[in-house]
């Protein structure tokens, strides 16, 4: 799957893979720190943004190496939110001598039990969109992901990423399938930064703290004021965390 990307700057090149309740638009506060620093690559993984549903399976950590396979890319940070870091952590994992650092934000996991709570705001998110309820399932993400530090603003983008990637997964004519693979993480050797926060569901904060126990040179930042997507929440705050660990 070829995916929509930006790429701009110079030097080391730091790839941003978005939460998949948003896009690639999701890192535009970070955008121009990053791009003065380094070579940076924002992509809309299949089915959101600007990339389409794929008409096959697909994995979509083999779409970001195919991506950066296209640009000549060397070894790269990865940054990832929610469902895009665990795309950056299997990316890591399959892929270990072409990452350099891998800094996560209240990150999935590629396997983990979900809480009770979780499994509640799946199937109620199931239940709209089989009735086709997209702003039911607007609300229901923005409410469960968005944090209490978030302005008006970003809690209007946030709701245009997620109906924007519901239009393009509820217009493909079938669900593709993602293709799975076995993902070892004791393969990951490089630094890595876990970060969670107080007002996200507690499944995160879980996944964080395993992820710091487990590579070397791991660490796990808690944020007690953040909820799931704290780089939008307080975007300066996180620009300068990363920019930090990847300094």
């Known amino acids: 799957m070829k995916l929509t990307a930006d790429v701009a700057g110079d030097g080391e ?3 941003l893979l978005h ?13 121009p720190a990053l791009t003065a620093q ?5 992509c809309d993984l299949a089915g959101y943004g600007d990339t389409p549903v794929p008409t096959g399976s697909y994995n979509n950590a083999d779409d970001v190496r195919d991506l950066l396979d296209d640009l000549g890319a060397g070894p790269v940070a990865l940054v990832g939110s929610s469902g895009g870091g665990r795309v950056a952590i299997e990316f ?3 892929w270990p001598g ?15 039990t979900p809480s009770d709570e979780l499994r509640r705001v799946w199937a109620r998110e199931e239940e709209l969109y089989d009735a086709g309820d997209v702003d039911g399932v607007v609300d229901l993400m923005v409410a469960t992901f ?5 302005t008006a603003e970003t809690r209007d983008l946030v709701r245009r990423m997620q109906r924007r990637a519901l239009e393009v997964q ?8 993602q293709t799975a693979v076995p993902v070892d993480l004791g393969a990951i050797r490089t630094r890595c930064l ?5 007002h996200d569901l507690p499944d995160f904060a879980s996944i964080a703290a395993g992820l710091a126990a487990g590579p070397p040179r791991a660490r796990h930042v808690h944020l007690p004021w953040a909820g799931h997507l704290p780089s939008l929440e307080r975007p300066a705050e996180v620009t300068a965390l990363l920019t930090d660990f990847l300094g």
């Open 13 to 15: 090149t730091v790839v």
């Open 19 to 31: 939460s998949t309740v948003c896009d690639r638009r999701m890192w535009e506060p970070q955008w």
């Open 38 to 42: 380094y070579r940076a690559v924002r």
């Open 92 to 94: 890591a994992a399959r």
């Open 98 to 112: 072409r990452v350099t650092a891998l800094a996560l934000l209240c990150t999935a996991a590629p396997e983990f």
């Open 146 to 150: 968005v944090g209490p530090e978030a």
């Open 170 to 177: 509820m217009a493909a004519p079938q669900e593709p399938e």
């Open 194 to 198: 876990a970060v969670s926060g107080a």
